[in-house]
């Protein structure tokens, strides 16, 4: 069965470039998460999705920062303009039902210069 | 709010040595709890659960169990290996389908 699937895997982009990351959650599956990974935060959640809808953004950094999930099996994240801060490691992840094993992509990560 | 605290790393231990990671939480309500591993350059992945007080999470020679008195759910294994160099995460997951992540242990192991 195919996990969670992200792309790209690895990006190098240079600041104020707009960086376009994209996830493909689990079939069936209907919570999407966004995480960063860096090695000063450790990981935070940046926002989730229920059905398709974005129920929590709270953790998203700031306005550069979007999340679009048109469908069942595809989301975006998007960052306009990106900075090098933003520099992370990118992981989606999705869950079946609430309080059920989120199951994590293997991350995109992302440079900026 | 909810919260998980994990002993910090690096933990260093020779191979076939007995490993303990330490972790408490703070929650409201009857969360469940896990611990996921990455390896390096890799997402993270389930190691073992458990989703109510008593139980015993196990995988792969590593044990944990849910202590509510306590509140914690330390992993344990017996006898590592060199392989089972990585980074471990304790996390807890509760209403509002969120689930909260400690800070991450780091596991070296040398042979």
Known sequence: DAGVIQSPRHEVTEMGQEVTLRCKPISGHNSLFWYRQTMMRGLELLI?????????????????????????????????????????????????????????????????? | GDSVTQMEGPVTLSEEAFLTINCTYTATGYPSLFWYVQYPGEGLQLLLKATKADDKGSNKGFEATYRKETTSFHLEKGSVQVSDSAVYFCALYNAGNMLTFGGGTRLMVKP
């Open chain 1, 48 to 113: 989730y999705f229920n059905n398709n809808v974005p129920i929590d953004d709270s953790g998203m950094p700031e306005d550069r920062f979007s999340a679009k999930m048109p469908n069942a099996s595809f989301s975006t994240l998007k960052i306009q303009p990106s900075e090098p801060r933003d520099s992370a490691v990118y992981f989606c992840a999705s869950s079946l039902a609430e309080r059920s094993t989120i199951y994590f992509g293997e991350g995109s990560w992302l440079t900026v210069v």
